[in-house]
Protein backbone atom coordinates (compact mmCIF):
# COMPACT_ATOMS: atom_id res chain seq x y z
CA UNK A 1 0.00 0.00 0.00
CA UNK A 2 1.03 3.60 0.52
CA UNK A 3 3.27 5.00 2.36
CA UNK A 4 5.29 7.65 3.61
CA UNK A 5 8.55 7.58 5.46
CA UNK A 6 10.83 10.38 6.91
CA UNK A 7 13.87 11.20 8.12
CA UNK A 8 14.40 9.96 11.72
CA UNK A 9 14.11 12.23 15.00
CA UNK A 10 13.73 15.95 15.36
CA UNK A 11 16.18 18.45 13.54
CA UNK A 12 17.71 21.13 15.93
CA UNK A 13 19.08 24.29 14.28
CA UNK A 14 20.32 27.58 14.63
CA UNK A 15 18.55 30.44 13.30
CA UNK A 16 19.22 30.89 9.45
CA UNK A 17 20.44 27.59 9.10
CA UNK A 18 19.89 25.39 6.23
CA UNK A 19 17.39 23.26 6.67
CA UNK A 20 16.17 19.73 4.77
CA UNK A 21 13.53 17.12 5.85
CA UNK A 22 13.94 13.93 3.89
CA UNK A 23 10.60 12.40 2.59
CA UNK A 24 10.52 9.26 0.68
CA UNK A 25 7.09 7.33 -0.54
CA UNK A 26 5.84 4.45 -1.98
CA UNK A 27 2.93 4.23 -4.28
CA UNK A 28 1.35 2.25 -7.23
CA UNK A 29 0.02 5.51 -9.37
CA UNK A 30 0.83 8.71 -9.62
CA UNK A 31 0.01 10.43 -6.31
CA UNK A 32 0.12 14.09 -5.44
CA UNK A 33 2.43 14.87 -2.42
CA UNK A 34 2.03 17.24 0.51
CA UNK A 35 4.07 18.97 3.22
CA UNK A 36 2.08 19.97 6.30
CA UNK A 37 2.82 22.30 9.04
CA UNK A 38 1.62 21.61 13.00
CA UNK A 39 2.33 24.09 15.52
CA UNK A 40 2.14 23.94 19.31
CA UNK A 41 -1.03 22.77 20.29
CA UNK A 42 -2.77 23.21 16.69
CA UNK A 43 -4.29 21.30 13.97
CA UNK A 44 -1.94 20.64 10.44
CA UNK A 45 -1.87 23.64 8.29
CA UNK A 46 -0.89 22.77 4.39
CA UNK A 47 2.65 24.61 4.00
CA UNK A 48 2.85 23.38 -0.24
CA UNK A 49 1.89 20.58 -2.60
CA UNK A 50 2.95 19.13 -6.18
CA UNK A 51 0.52 16.76 -8.32
CA UNK A 52 2.84 15.69 -10.58
CA UNK A 53 6.79 15.02 -11.46
CA UNK A 54 8.82 17.38 -11.46
CA UNK A 55 6.70 19.92 -10.14
CA UNK A 56 8.22 22.43 -7.14
CA UNK A 57 5.48 22.99 -4.70
CA UNK A 58 7.04 26.13 -2.95
CA UNK A 59 5.46 28.36 -0.23
CA UNK A 60 6.88 30.54 3.02
CA UNK A 61 10.74 29.93 1.97
CA UNK A 62 10.16 26.53 2.11
CA UNK A 63 10.67 24.57 -1.17
CA UNK A 64 10.06 20.85 -2.36
CA UNK A 65 10.25 19.22 -5.90
CA UNK A 66 8.53 15.74 -6.37
CA UNK A 67 11.13 13.49 -7.92
CA UNK A 68 9.55 10.73 -9.58
CA UNK A 69 12.78 8.35 -10.21
CA UNK A 70 13.97 8.92 -6.58
CA UNK A 71 10.34 8.96 -5.27
CA UNK A 72 11.15 11.91 -2.86
CA UNK A 73 9.67 15.29 -1.82
CA UNK A 74 12.30 16.50 0.46
CA UNK A 75 11.69 19.96 1.96
CA UNK A 76 14.32 22.87 2.38
CA UNK A 77 14.54 26.05 3.51
CA UNK A 78 17.55 28.31 2.78
CA UNK A 79 17.45 30.74 6.18
CA UNK A 80 15.25 29.05 8.96
CA UNK A 81 13.19 31.60 11.73
CA UNK A 82 12.50 30.66 14.90
CA UNK A 83 9.04 31.27 14.20
CA UNK A 84 9.20 27.72 11.56
CA UNK A 85 9.66 25.69 14.61
CA UNK A 86 7.11 23.23 14.53
CA UNK A 87 6.32 19.36 13.40
CA UNK A 88 6.18 18.90 9.85
CA UNK A 89 4.70 15.90 8.21
CA UNK A 90 4.80 14.71 4.21
CA UNK A 91 1.98 12.94 3.04
CA UNK A 92 0.60 11.34 -0.28
CA UNK A 93 -2.79 10.89 -1.71
CA UNK A 94 -3.08 8.49 -4.83
CA UNK A 95 -5.57 9.94 -7.33
CA UNK A 96 -9.05 7.85 -6.90
CA UNK A 97 -8.37 7.95 -3.27
CA UNK A 98 -9.70 9.82 -0.76
CA UNK A 99 -7.26 9.12 2.03
CA UNK A 100 -3.73 11.05 3.42
CA UNK A 101 -1.32 8.71 4.01
CA UNK A 102 1.28 10.42 6.42
CA UNK A 103 5.01 9.96 7.63
CA UNK A 104 5.70 10.56 11.15
CA UNK A 105 6.72 13.78 11.44
CA UNK A 106 9.49 15.54 12.19
CA UNK A 107 10.09 17.99 15.13
CA UNK A 108 11.88 21.12 13.98
CA UNK A 109 13.41 23.21 16.35
CA UNK A 110 15.12 26.25 15.63
CA UNK A 111 17.09 28.13 18.34
CA UNK A 112 18.16 31.80 18.18
CA UNK B 1 -11.82 29.61 1.79
CA UNK B 2 -11.92 26.06 2.59
CA UNK B 3 -12.18 26.37 6.55
CA UNK B 4 -12.99 23.71 8.81
CA UNK B 5 -13.82 24.45 12.17
CA UNK B 6 -13.51 21.91 15.49
CA UNK B 7 -14.98 22.96 18.46
CA UNK B 8 -14.29 22.33 21.40
CA UNK B 9 -10.14 22.96 21.27
CA UNK B 10 -10.27 21.41 24.63
CA UNK B 11 -12.21 19.27 27.04
CA UNK B 12 -11.72 17.45 30.19
CA UNK B 13 -14.00 15.06 30.91
CA UNK B 14 -14.25 12.32 34.17
CA UNK B 15 -13.79 8.63 33.39
CA UNK B 16 -16.87 6.97 32.33
CA UNK B 17 -18.57 9.88 30.23
CA UNK B 18 -19.50 10.61 26.97
CA UNK B 19 -17.80 13.37 24.80
CA UNK B 20 -18.70 15.01 21.37
CA UNK B 21 -16.31 16.59 18.82
CA UNK B 22 -17.76 18.77 16.30
CA UNK B 23 -16.38 19.15 13.09
CA UNK B 24 -17.55 21.79 10.77
CA UNK B 25 -17.40 22.90 6.96
CA UNK B 26 -17.99 26.87 6.80
CA UNK B 27 -17.60 27.69 3.38
CA UNK B 28 -17.76 24.31 1.55
CA UNK B 29 -19.85 20.91 1.17
CA UNK B 30 -17.69 18.29 2.65
CA UNK B 31 -18.96 15.00 1.66
CA UNK B 32 -16.50 13.20 3.52
CA UNK B 33 -14.62 14.37 6.61
CA UNK B 34 -11.38 12.26 8.36
CA UNK B 35 -11.11 11.60 11.91
CA UNK B 36 -7.50 11.42 13.28
CA UNK B 37 -5.99 10.87 16.70
CA UNK B 38 -2.58 12.02 17.58
CA UNK B 39 -0.23 10.08 20.13
CA UNK B 40 2.42 12.91 21.60
CA UNK B 41 5.15 12.93 19.43
CA UNK B 42 3.94 10.35 16.79
CA UNK B 43 2.13 11.21 13.59
CA UNK B 44 -1.20 11.17 12.86
CA UNK B 45 -3.24 7.45 13.35
CA UNK B 46 -6.64 7.77 10.72
CA UNK B 47 -9.20 6.41 12.85
CA UNK B 48 -12.38 6.76 10.57
CA UNK B 49 -13.43 8.12 6.80
CA UNK B 50 -16.57 9.79 7.63
CA UNK B 51 -19.52 9.91 4.81
CA UNK B 52 -22.38 12.45 4.51
CA UNK B 53 -25.60 10.56 4.66
CA UNK B 54 -23.81 7.04 5.66
CA UNK B 55 -22.13 4.58 7.87
CA UNK B 56 -18.65 6.00 8.28
CA UNK B 57 -15.37 3.74 7.65
CA UNK B 58 -13.83 2.22 10.28
CA UNK B 59 -9.56 1.54 10.19
CA UNK B 60 -8.71 -1.67 11.54
CA UNK B 61 -8.33 -1.71 15.52
CA UNK B 62 -10.87 1.33 16.02
CA UNK B 63 -13.72 0.16 18.18
CA UNK B 64 -16.84 1.90 16.18
CA UNK B 65 -19.10 1.05 19.43
CA UNK B 66 -16.42 3.51 21.36
CA UNK B 67 -16.04 5.88 18.82
CA UNK B 68 -19.30 6.70 17.40
CA UNK B 69 -19.57 9.12 13.85
CA UNK B 70 -22.05 10.99 12.85
CA UNK B 71 -22.07 12.62 9.06
CA UNK B 72 -25.59 14.35 9.43
CA UNK B 73 -25.00 17.12 7.21
CA UNK B 74 -22.57 18.57 4.07
CA UNK B 75 -21.13 20.64 6.72
CA UNK B 76 -20.89 18.41 10.03
CA UNK B 77 -19.36 15.69 11.21
CA UNK B 78 -19.13 14.57 15.07
CA UNK B 79 -16.91 12.40 17.10
CA UNK B 80 -18.49 11.45 19.90
CA UNK B 81 -16.50 9.56 22.66
CA UNK B 82 -18.78 7.05 24.65
CA UNK B 83 -17.93 5.76 28.10
CA UNK B 84 -14.33 7.44 28.16
CA UNK B 85 -11.07 6.32 29.73
CA UNK B 86 -7.61 7.88 30.51
CA UNK B 87 -6.14 5.67 27.75
CA UNK B 88 -8.89 7.71 25.36
CA UNK B 89 -6.31 11.09 26.45
CA UNK B 90 -4.99 12.12 23.32
CA UNK B 91 -5.86 15.21 20.43
CA UNK B 92 -8.49 14.59 17.91
CA UNK B 93 -8.34 16.27 14.28
CA UNK B 94 -11.10 16.58 11.88
CA UNK B 95 -10.30 16.66 8.10
CA UNK B 96 -12.48 17.45 4.94
CA UNK B 97 -11.71 17.06 1.28
CA UNK B 98 -11.19 20.29 -0.29
CA UNK B 99 -10.50 20.75 -4.18
CA UNK B 100 -6.95 19.01 -4.94
CA UNK B 101 -5.59 18.98 -1.41
CA UNK B 102 -7.07 18.29 2.52
CA UNK B 103 -8.17 20.97 5.23
CA UNK B 104 -7.49 20.18 8.42
CA UNK B 105 -9.39 21.34 11.83
CA UNK B 106 -6.96 23.35 14.62
CA UNK B 107 -7.81 19.70 16.89
CA UNK B 108 -9.16 18.98 20.49
CA UNK B 109 -7.08 18.19 23.27
CA UNK B 110 -9.18 15.32 25.05
CA UNK B 111 -8.37 14.58 28.82
CA UNK B 112 -10.15 12.10 30.86
CA UNK B 113 -9.18 12.00 34.43
Known amino acids: GDSVTQMEGPVTLSEEAFLTINCTYT??????LFWYVQYPGEGLQLLLK?????DKGSNKGFEATYRKETTSFHLEKGSVQVSDSAVYFC???????????FGKGNQVVVIP | GAVVSQHPSRVICKSGTSVKIECRSLDFQATTMFWYRQFPKKSLMLMAT?????????EQGVEKDKFLINHASLTLSTLTVTSAHPEDSSFYIC?????????FGSGTRLTVV
Open chain 2, 50 to 58: SNEGSKATY
Open chain 2, 95 to 103: SARAGYGYT
Open chain 1, 50 to 54: ATKAD
Open chain 1, 27 to 32: ATGYPS
Open chain 1, 91 to 101: ALSELGNNRLA
